[in-house]
């Protein structure tokens, strides 16, 4: 069964309210007590533009505390994890910066929305990058005041924040080689899924199961067993992605399918098919991908192209070879009872999404 966003029904979703809750509360509060003029508003538009997201790395916080053999009121957990929201809050907002992206679940972008904002249009641009660069930071920090925040035994913190900070450390690093990456059609394939593993993989599945694992004082074998689980899986869902980026219904993604190649991302849907196109489709690739004027016809050529050259069959296989590498980790993995169903959720939802 292919679904679109994560199993409603499922345990795994069921601390979603009270994440939400913590972020709404928490946020209004820092708005009404906001001392500098001008701040509430910032807080507000941060307040705004987190309402919708599906919660995938906050809620893997939860399962991974819980996969560990936490029990009884997950209200640190849950605090936890909505710390992991805000920096991922500020990831976000910074991603589309660098991207200059225009919309983010559909709706406009943070940049976007105080650009739109500013009276004097000379000055709009830079004011709504400037501002918008604000508004991560804002995220960020008040991510640190609910980590630290967070009550735990010190054993257990020195843990959680090793795995913050690896997490925070490998976005970077990955954002960085996608920056290098981007407009270059000659990178390999395995560059391709470096920037794969480390943009997305590790930040998005593996680190917030262990953050949660932490928590709950996992052993070795345990946060082991996040990555064996983690990595593949979320590997995949990045390849998926990339796909959703080309192929993907905007109404339902809420962003454009134009996005990714106008910018001349390199993923590794575009690396199979310069690899396996005729001369005369790898220069038509080259022409259009990276061309910020790039339009709804160019796109279908390439669309066209990414599947007559079979690089989309082949990405989907890689996908399914992921997906299976994170079920089988699941047969051996040392999770707590209910764990194992809850994740085996997750990852189908998460390789067979549509947006």
Known sequence: MRTETLPVESEFFAPRAAIDDLLCTFLTERAQSAAVPG????????????????????????????????????????????????????????DDIMDAADSRRGRPSVHRILADRHPLPEMAERFGTSGAILVGDLALVWSDELLHTTRMPDAHRVAVLRVVDLARAELIAGQHLDLLTTGDLDVSLETALTVVRYKTAKYTIERPLQVGAALAGADPQLMDACSAYGVPLGEAFQLRDDVLGVFGDPDHMGKSHLDDLREGKCTSLIVRALRDATPAQAKRLRAVIGDPQLGEPEAAEVRDILTSTGARAAVERMIEKRYEQALHALDTAPFAHGAVSTLKAVAEAAVHRTA
Request: a positive charge.
């Open 39 to 94: 701040q509430s508003a910032l807080v507000l538009l941060l307040r705004d533009f987190i309402e919708g997201g599906k919660r995938v790395r906050p809620l893997l916080c939860v399962a991974g505390w819980r996969a560990a053999g936490g029990d009884g009121d997950p209200a640190q957990a849950v605090r936890l994890a909505a710390s992991i929201e805000l920096a991922h809050a500020c990831a976000l907002v910074h």
